[in-house]
């Protein structure tokens, strides 16, 4: 497997807290092709599809995830999408020039919206103001809130002209005996706080693990890919014709042709009048 593009899950045998850590590259540099963010947002981007995938990672049923920012600054609205086979997307869109790079100067005042779709079961959606201008410190906040087990997270990225990196640490106190918990969870906070940023994004997943907590039982779950898969379709931008309406379709049948782009991978999706037409039967 790409060592690269993987998430490993973890368990202190020992100690009442669990774990997990996430590798980005290739499939990150898929998902930023073809798009024209600034650095910053590509930045921020990157440290959301980490953070997706650590939160997609501790859901105990299969489905899918949506982690939103939404602010007042330049950038409006920035998203990624995964599910529970650890494939995502993501986009951002910008409403005015992006002058700084901290999270604060990037999004503004706003939140953190995170929506949990399960395959079977309901929706649910989780909302907090965003925090201490940190991605990290915002996350750690949902979790708290979510599901109220204290929760830490490291997350690292490292934005090349030609390949992107990001990383991503998550301990988390399991739902058992809370003192013990609490306390073992203090002590292997006090060890993933030595790993740096250089270590976290260069070695293996395995390697930061061992070098962490090599004095700890660690039981390691099998590696996880993850990609980057859009999931558009042209039946979906079809679908999403459809609902438009017949009134819509004759507008763009009177233009001659209505082209659908996906905003998370480029795809364009045209149809020319003939087609809408055989769309338009479909009511
Ligand atoms: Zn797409």
Redesign the pocket.
Same mark, same amino acid.
């Given at each position: 497997m790409n060592q690269s593009d993987q998430l490993l899950r973890f368990l202190f045998r020992e100690r009442d807290v669990r774990g997990e850590v996430v590798k980005v590259s290739a499939s990150l540099d898929a998902m930023l092709a073809g798009h024209q963010y600034p650095q910053p947002v590509k930045q921020l981007l990157a440290e959301l599809v980490a953070a997706t995938s650590l939160l997609t990672a501790t859901l105990k049923f299969e489905g899918q995830i949506a982690v939103q920012l939404q602010g007042d600054g330049p950038v409006r609205f920035i998203a990624v999408n995964g599910n529970h086979q650890q494939q995502f997307?993501g986009v951002a869109r910008l409403q005015k020039e992006v002058q700084g790079d901290s999270f604060a100067e990037l999004i503004g005042q706003g939140y953190l919206l995170v929506t949990i779709t399960p395959t079977q079961g309901e929706r649910y959606q989780g909302i907090i103001p965003l925090v201490n201008d940190s991605l990290t410190a915002t996350l750690e906040a949902y979790f708290n809130q979510s599901e109220q087990l204290p929760t830490r997270l490291y997350l690292h990225t490292d934005i090349g002209a030609e390949h992107c990196q990001a990383a991503g640490l998550l301990l988390q106190v399991l739902p058992v005996d809370a003192e013990k918990s609490r306390a073992d969870f203090a002590d292997l906070e006090i060890l993933a706080d030595t790993l740096t940023r250089e270590e976290l994004l260069q070695l293996a997943p395995e390697e930061s693990l061992y070098r962490l907590f090599h004095q700890e039982v660690v039981e390691l779950f099998p590696a996880q890919s993850v990609q980057f898969v =859009?999931?558009?379709s042209r039946e979906k931008s079809e679908a999403a014709i459809v609902s438009l309406g017949t009134e819509a379709i004759d507008e763009h049948i009177a233009e001659g042709k209505l082209d659908i782009s =996906?905003e998370?991978?480029n795809?364009l999706y045209h149809f020319d009048a003939a087609q809408l037409r055989l769309l338009k039967q479909n009511f």
């Open positions: 997307r =859009c999931g558009c =996906c998370y991978c795809t």
